[in-house]
């Protein structure tokens, strides 16, 4: 039956070939070899696969049909009638499965080059230049599929004298070094050129890191482990094994590069010669900063249409810092203020390069917030105070960092549908000028209700008379967000004994059912800070032992990859509350739990 679509003549002068795309013809062997025999239907299945198969490349192969599907020209598959592609088809599924082909796993030699023609400053000619660089250098390259040997090669621009490597550009202005990486990502990033990484295993990476909360010391002894046989032989044991410090510059310089895109930086080494990554995180975490708050400032859905926001302090978000004194200054109505370096110490120190180096040496700017010292005093926010005679929350009961080498955790601002606006250190304590400072970052001096209409705080009681009194001496900017809505919320309430918290109190302010607070607070989800810091808590072990500026970094990376999963799921209609459980940990880190200390399952 198979030979009546054959007419006499091409009977006669017949070819034994047909043309088939290359590409789909190895995603047709690769189905004949993942569908086994015994599946009833396989024919069909495999069909329809092959059907749906995409055209990946236009090259095309002649592969042999049996003389009844002969033609006089040979003709594309793709070409043919239904009923003709059916039965090639079916032909070549039998051919692969009695061959019982299968793909060589044997590795070829890698080489790795910038695919650019041309220089990305300056457009000029690029060259192989000295004779080691066109032989090329041996490297490494930690694969999905296990670590590899490459052969790296180098350009040289004739016109700037730039060197154009794989990953990035580098070229000297004025005696320094600077680095640029292109706003195209390379298949293989890299920050030297002795490691290389492929991008999947850094996507990898960051998924463990921020859905797993894997740390980076475990994923790399899993890395380890299961490579360990698979590994290139031509590798050695140093060349083989993946380290913690091999791998945590390369994924936070990517990560960077992936919020800025294009990434141009000094290349500021150590006492080692090697890469000084948080000198880099310094520079970087300015941009990366501006990037993430300008991406999220906006951001509105039906959760947070009420522009309030919530703010807390999570206590477990600490890290090691500068053990230096300072001074201890007395002013006139206000707390006694002890200065304190919020710089990371030396490895097997307690102080910081600088201080070690010059007890005397001046504070310098936090890094964590725009403010500078001098704005702070024109908006009379330069000494920090720890809390006033007013609020429900008395000076013994807020924690303070009692060790001078931790800081005392970190200061977060969400909208109620969980999306982080900022955060800053409490480099001593959780102060009332923390909480203004972090709003000042945030939203500017004077923003409008479009971006801000209230505050929800466990310590409103105490924050709000602050600034109001600031504002009360002639700063405008404190007068101005005095006059926002100031809400304790639901939770710490309970624990709140004044009268401006008390419900049944005619002077009351700022309990969170007041008649004024219902319209914004109306679906609003003011438990969002304590089931944000669930998720944030389980990266201390990572977070607790990196440098100030790596610190920083990875809690502005953590704060977007979350903000992106939560818009997503607003989107979809689903709640980041249902799905999240306050441990009695988190309770306890909310600074003020009220006396409560059950679990809670917030809905």
Not at 233 to 257: A, D, G
Not at 427 to 454: N, R
Not at 484 to 490: A, S, T
Not at 502 to 527: C, F, I, V, W
């Amino acid at each position: 039956s198979l030979l009546q679509e054959i007419s006499p003549m091409d009977f006669f002068l017949v070819l034994t070939m047909v043309l088939i795309n290359l590409s789909k013809l190895i995603l047709l062997i690769k189905a004949v070899k993942d569908c086994p025999s015994e599946i009833p239907g396989r024919n069909e299945k495999i069909l329809l696969q092959h059907l749906q198969f995409d055209n990946k490349s236009d090259d095309k192969v002649s592969v042999e049909v049996p003389p009844e599907l002969e033609r006089l020209n040979e003709i594309d598959l793709d070409n043919e009638s239904d009923e003709r592609k059916k039965k090639i088809v079916f032909n070549l599924i039998d051919q692969y499965t009695k061959s019982k082909f299968t793909f060589p796993d044997q590795s070829t030699d890698l080489y790795i080059v910038s695919p650019l023609e041309i220089c990305d400053r300056c457009s000029g000619t690029l060259i192989f230049t000295r004779r080691g660089k066109r032989i090329g250098k041996n490297a490494t390259v930690y694969t999905v599929s296990g670590p590899r040997s490459i052969q790296v090669y180098v350009k040289h621009c004739t016109s700037c004298f730039a060197s154009v490597y794989s990953s990035y550009t580098e070229w000297k202005d004025n005696d320094s070094d600077w680095r640029q990486y292109a706003e195209v990502m390379p298949k293989f990033f890299s920050v030297t050129q002795d490691s290389f990484f492929e991008v999947k295993l850094l996507e990898d990476l960051e998924e463990s890191i921020f859905t797993c909360s894997t740390r980076f010391t475990s994923w790399v002894d899993k890395y380890n482990r299961v490579h360990k046989e698979s590994s290139d032989q031509k590798l050695t044991i140093e060349r083989f094994e993946l380290n913690r410090q091999r791998v945590f510059p390369v994924w936070i310089l990517y990560s960077i590069h992936k919020k800025l895109k294009q990434l141009t930086f000094p290349v500021l080494r150590n006492s080692d010669r090697g890469l000084d990554i948080e000198a880099i995180s310094c520079f970087l975490y300015p941009h990366l900063k501006e990037a993430i708050d300008a991406k999220w400032l906006d951001h509105i859905c039906r959760k947070c249409r009420s522009r309030i926001v919530i703010m807390d302090g999570d206590q477990k978000v600490y890290r090691n810092r500068c053990s230096w004194t300072g001074d201890k200054i007395q002013t006139a109505g206000h707390l006694n203020e002890f200065t304190a370096c919020a710089a990371s110490p030396m490895p097997g120190h307690s102080f910081c390069q600088s201080h070690f180096d010059n007890p005397e040496e001046i504070i310098m700017e936090r890094p964590d917030i725009r403010m500078t010292r001098q704005k702070c005093k024109e908006l009379g926010l330069d000494v920090e105070e720890l809390t006033t005679a007013e609020g429900c929350r008395k000076r013994e009961a807020i924690t303070v960092q009692t060790k001078r080498s931790k800081t005392a955790g970190m200061t977060y601002c969400f909208r109620p549908c969980g999306v982080s606006l900022g955060h800053l250190e409490n480099i001593q304590a959780e102060t009332c000028t923390d909480f203004i400072l972090l709003l000042l970052d945030v939203f500017g001096d004077y923003p409008s209700k479009e971006l801000l209409t209230g505050v929800c705080i466990d310590r409103a009681c105490d924050v709000h008379p602050y600034v109001k009194r600031i504002g009360n001496e002639g700063h405008e900017v404190c007068a101005y967000y005095s006059q926002l809505h100031w809400i304790v919320d639901p939770f710490h309430v309970k624990g709140h004994v004044e009268k401006k918290c008390t419900l049944s109190h005619p002077e009351a302010e700022y309990h969170p059912r007041l008649k004024r607070h219902q319209k914004l607070m109306k679906d609003a989800n003011l438990m969002i800070a304590e089931q944000r810091f669930n998720p944030i808590n389980k990266s201390k072990m990572t977070t607790r032992y990196l440098t100030r500026y790596c610190r920083l970094v990875y809690l502005k990376l953590l704060d977007d990859n979350f903000n992106e999963r939560i818009a997503s799921a607003v989107e979809d209609g689903d709640a980041f509350e249902d799905s999240t459980d306050v441990s009695e940990d988190d309770l306890e880190d909310s600074e003020f739990s009220g006396g409560v200390k059950k679990k809670s399952k917030v809905t």
